[in-house]
Each structure stands twice: as C-alpha cells, then as structure tokens.
C-alpha cells in the first residue's frame, strides 16, 4: 500500500491508496506520486528521510498538484516512525500526530 521513492525509482504498492492520511487529512493519488518525484535524482533526494525535507517536498512537488486539480492542499506531515508532525506552512514541529491527537483539522 501507498508509494516510495529512491534516487533512481518510484515504487507503488499493489493495494489502492488509504483515503486519508494518518493525520487525518484526504489522500490524492496523483499528488503522492508527484511527491515521490521530489525523493528520486529529478528532485532532491538528499532531503529523504528527515521531516524538514518531506516539508519541502510536499511545498514543490505534492501541493502544486493538488493545487491544479483544485485537492485541498496538504497542511500537516505526520512521521508514524518518529512520531511527529511538521506543519506545513510554518514548519512548526509537534511530537505525535498533532491533527489525531488533538482533534483538529488543520485548514
């Protein structure tokens, strides 16, 4: 289920996409397979891995795309194996899934 990324490849699991997010926020499709472009050598792959750089990832590749098929646009990045969230428009950093944990939906 849902997509990754490495310099050279985007992987797609054989499941469809979850609807939402873990934190809460809808999931669209083509947007994830653009964010995973930011991962591979036509993006920026050192920012793999760290929140700041799937921050930026989602700022220059994923919310561009929702952007033009009028999706909403993602607000919030929740990191289940860190357990935290970066805002998207603030880069503030929360410990936990900031939008679950406190029953907020992040406009």
């Known amino acids: 289920m849902g997509a990754l990324a490495q310099p050279a490849f985007i992987s797609i699991g054989i499941k469809p996409f979850r609807s939402h997010f873990k934190s809460g926020e809808e999931i669209f499709p083509l947007a994830i397979v653009a964010h995973e472009f930011g991962h591979t050598r036509y993006g920026d792959p050192s920012k793999t891995g760290t929140l ?11 919310n561009p795309v929702r952007k033009v098929y009028n999706a909403q646009k993602r607000t919030a990045y929740f990191s289940p194996d860190r357990d935290k969230t970066i805002m998207i428009d603030s880069g503030k950093i929360y410990k936990g899934n900031w939008q679950k944990d406190n029953n ?3 406009k």
């Open 52 to 62: 700041i750089g799937e921050r930026e990832t989602v700022i220059n590749y994923e």
């Open 104 to 106: 907020e939906l992040l």
